[in-house]
């Protein structure tokens, strides 16, 4: 090829990067080029697709058996950025290139195309001749090639945006949920506390033996199974850990067992087994209870026609002997290959795996367990589906807990109780002046800074909704001590005792919602007898 053939096959090219958009738009562009510069009128353009497939996108004077031979497995090189040459006198049986022989075909010549120094297709260039391509025909060839790969390598990166927007998308759909959520949980808590204060009364005030003890303890066992329930909603709302704690893994997996099973299609059999005992770890509970979640959204995605999920816990030793916890989820789905598995675990760290997108679940679960101490392993086979295993070192129990007081501890000082629901307002009045306090009570912010400003007698104690319409319990505990120096404060909240909420309560006592009469009893003890601190000036 001389140099004025060399400029007319650049031709061409300029309209081969004009009209190339997509693959399939770039395949055809490429051997109308092939042909206009070099005369090749049998040829294909090969891509290897999402799934890791080497799909013929094209092709031209080649019979249906080569296609298929071609599909099996993308020819030429996998190390070799030039084209291959290859004969097709003396081939296997069974092969590429005995079904080219088959064909007609002499030589061969296959093209990379490569995006970012990688090979994700190839041009194959097929001549019924014995004329060798010139190294400037070559050249040509590789251009169409290189240009090819712009196009499909932009298309895998339209690709990943879009998946990327999507999870993002589903992401922010997850959280507006979460908060969704925590408003229902934090309501919910209100009611939950007025329904177990006053079945409280009643159990107080019937004799031991009487009938009735026995429905109101169901009902009170409802009311503690609700507890749990807005509990885990609120942890899934949340968006900062709580400080680590000794749990143990199997309570924690028989928790939420429930709700696994709720949110598992009935084609999918749930299994859990929690008889292993002492399954001590150490870990923020909310992020361990996503983790369980988000374990079993992965086993669902995976068994989309049905099959069994099993959750257990065991306590397991490592090559050094070491002690530690598993969290193990196993499922009867299809199996994953080592490289999809690597990218379900962590997405974002080397190369996209070639079998496909595995979803965020797993690499979630895996950075929630990390976050709190553990470490995540997963193992995949077509026999037995998929295992993934959480791993916690062992730890030791919290031993044996404090004996609780025979009562409820009282005294005689006066107490603002701020709250805008009227159940709490009312049930914190009964609570506490049957133990001895004197209550006043406010349904806003307002209300309470009037009776601090008018009140002619001594407020030991403000007891404050930390969410209210309004002037906020925070806010309002700073006016009450720049009126009133002495007084003690403690902050509550239905969004549960998170390390967020407590920062928003600004170091005052902090007490959870839903709360027993007894539990209100202590904390409002246990904070009046508190040494001043944070700026507390001494109790008058």
Known sequence: MDAQSSLVALYPLVEFAARAETPAVAAAAALDALESALGVRRAWVQQVDAAGAPRVLLARGVSAACIAAAEAALPGSHDDPEPGVFETAGAPAGTLLAALRDDGIVRATFVPIRWRSARIGVVALLDADTRPRTDEELKVASAIASLTGIVCGRERVITARHRLEQEL?????????????????????????????????????????????????????????????????????????????????????????????????????????????????????????????????????????????????????????????????????????????????????????????????????????????????????????????????????????????????????????????????GLASVLLSRIGYTVIAADCADEALRVLGSHAGTLHLMVADLVMPGMGGRDLALRARALRPDLRVMLMSGYSAAPEVKEVAGGFAFLSKPFTGETLARRVRETLDAPPARGDAPRA
């Not at 503690?224 to 709302?237: G, K, P, S």
């Open 169 to 425: 998308l589903h992401s922010q759909r997850l959280e507006s949920v979460g908060r969704v959520a925590g408003g229902i949980a934090h309501d919910f808590n209100n009611m939950l506390t007025a329904i177990i204060g006053y079945m409280d009364l009643v159990v107080a005030g019937l004799p031991p033996d009487a009938e009735e003890q026995a429905y109101l303890a169901q009902a009170l066992d409802a009311a503690d199974q609700a507890t749990v329930l807005t509990r885990q909603m609120l942890a899934f709302a949340r968006r900062q850990p709580s400080p680590p704690a000794a749990q143990d893994l199997a309570a924690v997996l028989g928790r939420m067992a429930p709700l696994v099973r709720r949110i598992m299609p009935e084609t999918i059999e749930v299994n859990v087994d929690t008889t292993t005992p002492d399954c001590w770890i150490v870990a923020d509970p909310g992020q361990v209870e996503q983790a369980i979640v988000n374990f079993a959204f992965r086993a669902r995605d995976a068994m989309a026609a049905g099959g069994v999920l099993t959750l257990a816990t065991r306590i397991v030793e490592d090559d050094a002997g070491r002690p530690f916890v598993a969290l193990e989820a196993s499922d009867t789905g299809e199996a994953l290959d080592e490289e999809v598995l690597r990218n379900a675990i962590e997405p974002f760290r080397g190369p996209p795996a070639e079998g496909g997108w595995p979803g965020l679940a797993l690499a979630v679960a895996a950075a929630l367990v990390r976050d709190c101490g553990g470490e995540v392993e997963a193992e995949s086979d077509p026999m037995n589906g998929t295992r993934v295993r959480a791993l916690w070192p062992l730890a030791s129990g919290p031993g044996t807990a404090p004996a609780p007081s025979g009562g409820a501890p009282g005294g005689g000082e006066t107490l603002l109780f701020v709250d805008d629901e009227s159940t709490v307002r």
